[in-house]
């Protein structure tokens, strides 16, 4: 019986268009694809409908019985796989013990403008010009975790498919709507209704205090920047009220707390989310 061995080149092309995928978002955005590290994101992709076009494994993973049917699930829906040696994935690996998988994923397809679900009020984000991708990633899994219906990137946020932003997202970025919004997303909101409400670090209402049960759009700003004057004036502000001592928290836990304070109240009024089907 004839060995397999494995592939052990840096410069096989399949092996340059992972590298090429994993270091530039000019790339993922004309190819519509990303690269997820991992069994767990690779199976939550698989489960969530995404379309895997390539993925690299190698012995670690093979030898591993939950793994062997994440191989045997893609190999059943033709994906292509390619066995390579710990070596390969070593040099593409982003974390310090790789898990022996990388998948080449398309992009989801979500049109624009959302369509959002009639009959229940609206829970969104928008991530305005956030810079750091585990913060981003962190949003959309808190968003997603919390029952928003869509989250919303303004242009200057960072790409939801950075290596590191996809790795916080832990998947939710397959089942969270995530749009990326033109110039005029203030007036498009104004004019479905929707209650813009930014997250401000001091002089804002109590979040407790805020109705979050009508169609809202929570909007949370640039690390270091925060949210343009302009944005404030034209919304509903509110603040996470903390002991004087204390730093400001980040967005990432600013906006879950939050995310969560308006789930709560949702929740209690008798309002549930209508989960999103993902468009390949």
Same mark, same amino acid.
């Given at each position: $019986?004839?060995? =397999?061995? *494995?592939?052990?080149?840096?410069?096989?092309?399949?092996?340059?268009t992972?590298?090429?995928?994993?270091?530039?978002? %000019?790339?993922?955005?004309?190819?519509?694809?990303?690269?997820?590290?991992?069994?767990h $994101?690779?199976?939550?992709? +698989?489960?969530?409908?995404?379309?895997?076009?390539?993925?690299?494994?190698?012995q670690?993973?093979?030898?591993?019985? &939950?793994g062997?049917?994440?191989?045997?699930r #893609? !190999?059943?829906?033709?994906?292509?796989?390619?066995?390579?040696?710990?070596?390969?994935?070593?040099?593409?690996?982003?974390?310090?013990?790789?898990?022996?998988?990388?998948?080449?994923?398309?992009?989801?397809?979500?049109?624009?403008?959302?369509? /959002?679900?009639?009959?229940? *009020?609206? #829970?969104?984000? =928008?991530?305005?010009? =956030?810079?750091? &991708?585990?913060?981003?990633? %962190?949003?959309?899994?808190?968003?997603?975790?919390?029952?928003?219906?869509? $989250?919303?990137? %303004?242009?200057g946020? @960072?790409?939801?498919?950075?290596?590191?932003?996809?790795?916080?997202?832990?998947?939710? @970025?397959?089942?969270?709507?995530?749009?990326?919004?033109?110039?005029?997303? /203030?007036?498009?909101?104004?004019?479905?209704? @929707?209650? +813009? =409400?930014?997250?401000?670090?001091?002089?804002?209402?109590?979040? %407790?205090?805020?109705?979050?049960?009508?169609?809202?759009?929570?909007?949370?700003?640039?690390?270091?920047?925060?949210?343009?004057?302009?944005?404030? !004036? !034209?919304?509903?502000?509110?603040?996470? *009220?903390? +002991?004087?001592?204390?730093?400001?928290?980040? @967005?990432?836990?600013?906006?879950?707390?939050?995310?969560? !304070?308006?789930?709560?109240?949702?929740r209690?009024?008798g309002?549930? *989310?209508? &989960?999103p089907?993902?468009?390949?």
């Open positions: $019986m004839a060995v =397999i061995q *494995p592939l052990d080149s840096l410069d096989n092309k399949s092996v340059r992972v590298r090429h995928l994993l270091t530039s978002r %000019t790339f993922r955005e004309k190819q519509k694809q990303a690269v997820l590290e991992g069994f $994101m690779v199976l939550d992709a +698989v489960d969530a409908g995404a379309l895997i076009h390539l993925v690299l494994y190698s670690r993973i093979a030898q591993q019985g &939950p062997r049917s994440l191989l045997a #893609l !190999q059943a829906g033709r994906t292509r796989l390619v066995y390579v040696t710990d070596r390969v994935l070593s040099e593409l690996s982003a974390v310090e013990t790789h898990q022996g998988i990388l998948a080449v994923v398309g992009m989801p397809k979500w049109p624009a403008p959302f369509p /959002l679900p009639q009959g229940t *009020p609206w #829970l969104l984000g =928008i991530a305005h010009e =956030i810079q750091d &991708p585990g913060n981003l990633g %962190t949003l959309i899994r808190s968003f997603h975790a919390a029952g928003a219906h869509m $989250m919303g990137l %303004t242009k946020t @960072v790409d939801p498919f950075n290596p590191k932003a996809l790795r916080a997202s832990a998947g939710s @970025v397959f089942k969270l709507p995530v749009v990326a919004l033109d110039d005029s997303w /203030l007036e498009d909101l104004a004019a479905r209704g @929707v209650q +813009v =409400i930014t997250a401000v670090a001091e002089g804002g209402e109590d979040y %407790t205090r805020m109705d979050w049960t009508r169609s809202v759009a929570l909007v949370l700003g640039n690390e270091g920047a925060g949210l343009p004057d302009a944005v404030v !004036q !034209q919304s509903h502000a509110v603040t996470i *009220p903390m +002991v004087d001592s204390a730093e400001s928290l980040n @967005v990432a836990v600013a906006g879950s707390v939050l995310v969560f !304070q308006a789930a709560a109240a949702r209690h009024a309002l549930l *989310p209508v &989960p089907v993902m468009i390949q």
